[in-house]
T-cell receptor, first 115, second 116 residues
Framework: AAGVIQSPRHLIKEKRETATLKCYPI?????VYWYQQGPGQDPQFLIS???????DKGSIPDRFSAQQFSDYHSELNMSSLELGDSALYFC??????????????FGPGTRLTVL | AQSVTQLGSHVSVSEGALVLLRCNYS??????LFWYVQYPNQGLQLLLK??????LVKGINGFEAEFKKSETSFHLTKPSAHMSDAAEYFC??????????????FGSGTRLQVQP
């Protein structure tokens, strides 16, 4: 079965640079979530999209922005990178049927290292 | 607001022994609870979920969890540990947002070690 695809899997950037992470949800899933997992920490919700519109925001810094495109893939744009942005970034997708029991399926993550 | 607390950041068991990973939740509405497993350098894989149907939920790899409302718990168990079960386990609860959409809020995770 198709899974959530994230690219790149690993990314190394310098401080103050920008980074773009991509997420391709499971086909026919119209809701995408982004999470950030710092070293030794649990995943923290950043932002979500439903039907190409921003749905909810969690603890996403103002330096970050994201969008969902017409083909439902999503991109997380990160500017003015800081050392503390080094983390594993997960994308998850769900069917978005409106059911409270919708399961979120996670991608393998993008490991961002800021030097 | 919804939250989960995982008791014990590290659990070590012998191969073949019972696995018990503890999770307690707090929710002002009926919760939807999940257990995810994360192997080293990999993403989160769903083990099982509770969605207000049966209180005893069976998942993949022989894991199961029981929802106990009176104890606000959703502990994960497996009768006999295998070396391949060594991983980080996260309990999560649906976080209901103002828009009516949902995110997940996770516990701090429990690292399971399996000794030969």
């Amino acid at each position: 079965a198709a899974g959530v695809i994230q690219s790149p899997r690993h990314l190394i950037k310098e401080k103050r640079e920008t980074a773009t992470l991509k997420c391709y949800p499971i086909p026919r899933h119209d809701t995408v979530y982004w999470y950030q997992q710092g070293p030794g920490q649990d995943p923290q919700f950043l932002i979500s999209f439903y039907e190409k519109m921003q749905s909810d925001k969690g603890s996403i810094p103002d330096r970050f922005s994201a969008q969902q495109f017409s083909d439902y893939h999503s991109e997380l744009n990160m500017s003015s990178l800081e050392l503390g942005d080094s983390a594993l970034y997960f994308c998850a997708s769900s069917p978005g049927t409106g059911s409270s029991t919708d399961t979120q399926y996670f991608g393998p993550g993008t490991r961002l290292t800021v030097l | 607001a919804q939250s989960v607390t995982q008791l014990g950041s590290h659990v070590s068991v012998s191969e073949g022994a019972l696995v018990l990973l503890r999770c307690n939740y707090s929710s002002s509405v009926p919760p939807y609870l999940f257990w995810y497993v994360q192997y080293p350098n990999q993403g989160l894989q769903l083990l099982l979920k509770y969605t207000s149907a049966a209180t005893l939920v069976k998942g993949i790899n022989g894991f199961e969890a029981e929802f106990k409302k009176s104890e606000t718990s959703f502990h994960l168990t497996k009768p006999s540990a295998h070396m391949s079960d060594a991983a980080e386990y996260f309990c999560a609860v649906t976080l209901f947002m103002d828009t009516g959409r949902r995110a997940l809020t996770f516990g701090s995770g429990t690292r399971l070690q399996v000794q030969p």
